[in-house]
């Protein structure tokens, strides 16, 4: 474990002087360039650009950051919803919510079985057409009422048309 640390910390050191160097070289370069050229933002080499933290640098210290967390982790105290107040009363709430859920689901289905039922019994295709026939004008009824029934159905009509 001990060989490991002061590997890490040895590229740790490595990878932070390759970045220090690198700056140093172009704050130099740009301190050089910036005594022989008048102050032209416009014309602005990329060279000048402070480079970026290497992603090897930045690697390491996430690592080395997740290592400690592991290391703090077995020292830290873990919640138990057993002795918890608030836990237990939002336990109890949901139970208590669930359970009138199941009862009032259990309650109502002998009722929605019941209407299923009367429904697939009234709207059968022989009850449809019964109801559709109920509505015609039979052969033994007067044709002059007939005629009055269709004109006032028409009328009827014209006027839901017309106020649509």
Not at 118 to 131: M, Y
Not at 148 to 156: G, I, Q, T
Request: aromatic share 4%.
């Amino acid at each position: 474990m001990e060989t490991s640390s002061t590997q890490q910390q040895r590229d740790e050191d490595v990878v932070r002087r390759r970045y220090c160097k690198r700056s140093i070289q172009k704050m130099k370069l740009k301190k050089r360039d910036s005594g022989y050229r008048e102050n032209d933002s416009s014309q602005k080499p990329e060279s000048e650009e402070i480079p970026p933290v290497p992603q090897q640098l930045l690697n390491l210290i996430r690592m080395k950051a997740f290592r400690e967390k592991l290391k703090t982790a077995p020292e830290m105290e873990l919640h138990d919803p057993q002795h918890c107040r608030s836990c237990q009363v939002k336990q109890a709430e949901l139970a208590r919510d669930d359970f009138i859920r199941r009862k009032t689901t259990q309650l109502l289905s002998p009722l929605l079985e019941e209407k299923i039922q009367s429904h697939f019994l009234n709207r059968n295709s022989i009850c449809l057409i019964g109801e559709v026939l109920r509505d015609l004008p039979r052969p033994s009824d007067d044709p002059g009422l007939v005629w009055k029934a269709l004109k006032a159905r028409e009328v009827e009509l014209t006027q839901q048309t017309d106020s649509s």
